[in-house]
């Protein structure tokens, strides 16, 4: 099943958004929607029976209404499908993202715990998603920049071109943010008080613009109508990155950077920015 948006609905208020803008995404690529809803009851190796058909009906309905919400958001959207699988929400849509051109998701579904800012299922897709996910959050803010973060690693790089389709796509500027500071000089994050001692900040700065535009130079090469702002700060990556998505309409990340451990599938500042950033977050595997 090739050309479509991936999105789950477990009936909570958080999948109806993310099923709206995955119908939404879905029309203005030109590709399915495809709604999946994970039915866990059978695997649980319950006794069958009048509550298990009524489970069953439950998970039906979530589905169905997930299809109308999809049809009503965009009506000239006409390759709608819902379907329920038996399975654990976690499993199934990282196996159908391999045939996915997208992933949609809410940041928080009913298993969400009070207070938990972004759901299990969220974090998971963002580490094993074998296709970019797009998780539903915060406010996008119509009229602003895709933002991307840049750090020179695999992954941001893999992000930086999936920035610069969406901002072509969308028909918006491109917001190139680089985050350097003593402790990242060589790519990887320390606390401050591990910090080495730096002798010439204006090396490390022009350092940093130089790794900037260096990144950027392929993908203006591929789309000059796209208009791009280079941003390098000095400060903590998190923070700044946080900040930036207040005023961007969608914010582009690397699964990992350059700081991440070997084997870590999703670093620190794409979960931390899962769980604060203020605009939807599309993260993206190298």
């Known amino acids: 099943m090739a050309g479509h948006v991936l999105v789950g609905a477990d009936g909570s208020e958080s999948s109806l958004d993310a099923v709206a803008v995955a119908a ?5 690529r030109g590709l399915g929607l495809r709604i999946v809803h994970a039915f866990i009851w059978p695997l ?5 029976g009048a509550a298990a058909e009524a489970l069953r009906g439950q998970a039906d309905t979530i589905v169905s209404g997930a299809v109308q919400h ?24 990282a196996v159908r993202s391999e045939r996915a051109d997208l992933v949609v998701v809410g940041s928080r579904g009913l298993g969400a715990f009070t207070g938990l800012l972004i759901g299990s299922v969220a974090v998971h897709l963002a580490a094993h998603a074998h296709c970019p996910v797009l998780v539903v959050r915060g406010r996008a803010a119509p009229e602003g920049p895709v ?38 000089a060589d790519g990887q994050e320390r606390p401050h008080a591990t910090a080495p001692l730096v002798s010439n900040l204006d090396d490390l700065r022009k350092d940093a613009e130089l790794t ?4 950027l130079a392929p993908g203006q090469a591929a789309h000059p109508d796209v208009s791009v702002e280079q941003r390098v700060l000095e400060g903590r990556v998190r923070p700044a990155l946080i900040d930036a998505s207040k005023e961007s309409r969608l914010l582009v990340v690397g699964a990992r ?23 939807p977050v599309l993260v993206v595997r190298g």
């Open 24 to 28: 939404r995404e879905a029309r203005q």
């Open 44 to 48: 649980m190796k319950a006794p069958v």
């Open 70 to 93: 999809a049809r009503a958001t965009e009506p000239d959207l006409t390759d709608v499908e819902g379907e329920v699988v038996t399975g654990e929400p976690l499993s199934i849509l």
């Open 147 to 184: 933002a991307v973060a840049v750090d020179g690693s695999g992954d941001a790089g893999a992000a930086l071109d999936a920035a610069f389709s969406e901002a072509a796509r969308l028909g918006s500027a491109l917001l190139a943010l680089h985050v350097w500071n003593t402790w990242t």
């Open 212 to 215: 900037l535009t260096d990144a």
């Open 257 to 279: 950077g350059r700081g991440g451990f070997q084997g870590l599938l999703l670093g620190s500042v794409s979960q931390a920015l899962l769980q604060h950033a203020h605009c």
